[in-house]
């Protein structure tokens, strides 16, 4: 329904990875098979929550777009901090947001408040409440690349493209209260 009333549609999603937008866009062409687009995707549920909307954007031709930051990045900003960007070489860096949002604001207020209900923010610290600290900032840091990544991801393509509209699949907790990834788009 939203693209009979849109016709300049593109389809942007959290579960594809920046890296794995050759893989996607040959797909969506024809050129490899969904084995190829399927293999070293994490999402065990792409089968049934995923797959009819990459199949109707590939039927309908719709652009979609890998919007996501590359996991193991985001894993070792989770375990370094932001700073591990500026060791990646160029061609690396560019998977990740130019610029990440790190101040306080409400989106980190919610982040923490999510790790404390989670009790995330316990871990193997020893009661040391700077590496504790350290731990939820890295934590937070990785979180602001998947959020920064897609919003600059989708800002990209609709530089590029003038004219369309983008639909966003993600994960709840990157869109409520229209923060993390809503938020950053509009900046």
């Not at 797959?51 to 109707?56: H, I, Q, T």
Request: overall charge neutral; aromatic content about 8%.
């Amino acid at each position: 329904a939203i693209h009979q009333r849109v016709p300049r549609l593109a389809l942007s999603m959290e579960q594809f990875e920046r890296d794995r937008q050759t893989i996607l866009d040959d797909y969506l062409a024809g050129k490899v098979g969904e084995e190829t687009l399927r293999d070293g995707l994490g999402w065990s549920n792409y089968a049934e929550a995923y797959r009819p909307l990459v199949e109707y954007a590939k039927e309908h031709r719709l652009p979609v777009i890998a919007a996501n930051a590359p996991q193991k990045i985001v894993r070792c900003v989770g375990r370094e901090g932001a700073g591990f960007l500026s060791t990646l070489p160029a061609d690396k860096r560019k998977l990740v947001a130019a610029a990440l949002h790190l101040q306080d604001g409400a989106y980190k207020k919610k982040f923490l408040k999510f790790m404390e209900e989670d009790g995330s923010h316990n871990g193997p610290d020893g009661g040391n409440k700077e590496k504790a600290a350290e731990r939820v900032d890295n934590s937070f840091a990785a979180q602001v690349v998947r959020d920064d990544t897609m919003a600059e991801s989708i800002a990209n393509f609709l530089q590029a493209n003038p004219g369309y509209k983008v639909l966003h699949v993600t994960g709840a907790f990157h869109a409520e209260e229209r923060l993390g990834t809503i938020e950053r788009l509009q900046l």
